[in-house]
T-cell receptor
Framework: GQNIDQPTEMTATEGAIVQINCTYQ??????LFWYQQHAGEAPTFLSY????GLEEKGRFSSFLSRSKGYSYLLLKELQMKDSASYLC???????????FGKGTKLSVIP | DAGVTQSPTHLIKTRGQQVTLRCSPK?????VSWYQQALGQGPQFIFQ???????QRGNFPDRFSGHQFPNYSSELNVNALLLGDSALYLC??????????FGPGTRLTVL
């Protein structure tokens, strides 16, 4: 099955920029999602990349390189409310299944 | 416009019992997916329902079954509960293959 790798934990300072990396197996790729999940809450959609390149949406941007099986989520002007788990999610070609990584727990400190 | 709703919020069962969890999708959505999320892990795909049929299934035993009704709502049934079934069960709805919207989840504890 699909193996998604992302760091377990990261810490960053309020107002700073943080990049959360994700790698996945390139075979059978359709698209890559990023979801945010606050503790005790449901995941919420952040971004979806199908083609190579950078997608920008306000303070959040997501990058995809299909040939390298690599994506990152970039968070700018960090706020305390950005403290959450960030889930890298693979969508496979010809499949309705989404495969989630274990998530990166981001802690934003003053 | 109500988002995805799930019931109940919390549930406590004992080993060997059976449980039914319910999900109402976001208005306009026709596809429902179920996930199991253990503490500290990402959600794991159980199955997806579309047009009242199980369209795809993840790596879960037959003890996990489901149903989708004509109004697109869905149920997840788990038989012969094991301690390891304790988790947050998430329902997500979508229109076709568009982004999935998640409900708040049902926290199941098996004693």
């Amino acid at each position: 099955g699909q193996n998604i790798d992302q760091p377990t934990e990261m810490t960053a300072t309020e107002g700073a920029i943080v990049q959360i990396n994700c790698t996945y197996q390139t075979s059978g790729f359709n698209g890559l999602f990023w979801y945010q999940q606050h503790a005790g809450e449901a995941p919420t959609f952040l971004s979806y990349n199908v083609l190579d390149g950078l997608e920008e949406k306000g303070r959040f941007s997501s990058f995809l390189s299909r040939s390298k099986g690599y994506s990152y989520l970039l968070l700018k002007e960090l706020q305390m409310k950005d403290s959450a788990s960030y889930l890298c999610v693979h969508s496979g070609a010809g499949s309705y299944q989404l495969t989630f990584g274990k998530g990166t727990k981001l802690s934003v400190i003053p | 416009d109500a988002g995805v709703t799930q019931s109940p919020t919390h549930l406590i069962k004992t080993r060997g019992q059976q449980v039914t969890l319910r999900c109402s999708p976001k208005s306009g959505h026709d596809t429902v997916s179920w996930y199991q999320q253990a503490l500290g892990q990402g959600p794991q795909f159980i199955f997806q329902y579309y047009e009242e049929e199980e369209r795809q299934r993840g790596n879960f035993p037959d003890r996990f079954s489901g149903h989708q009704f004509p109004n697109y709502s869905s149920e997840l049934n788990v038989n012969a509960l094991l301690l390891g079934d304790s988790a947050l069960y998430l329902c997500a709805s979508s229109f076709g293959l568009d982004e999935q919207f998640f409900g708040p989840g049902t926290r199941l504890t098996v004693l």
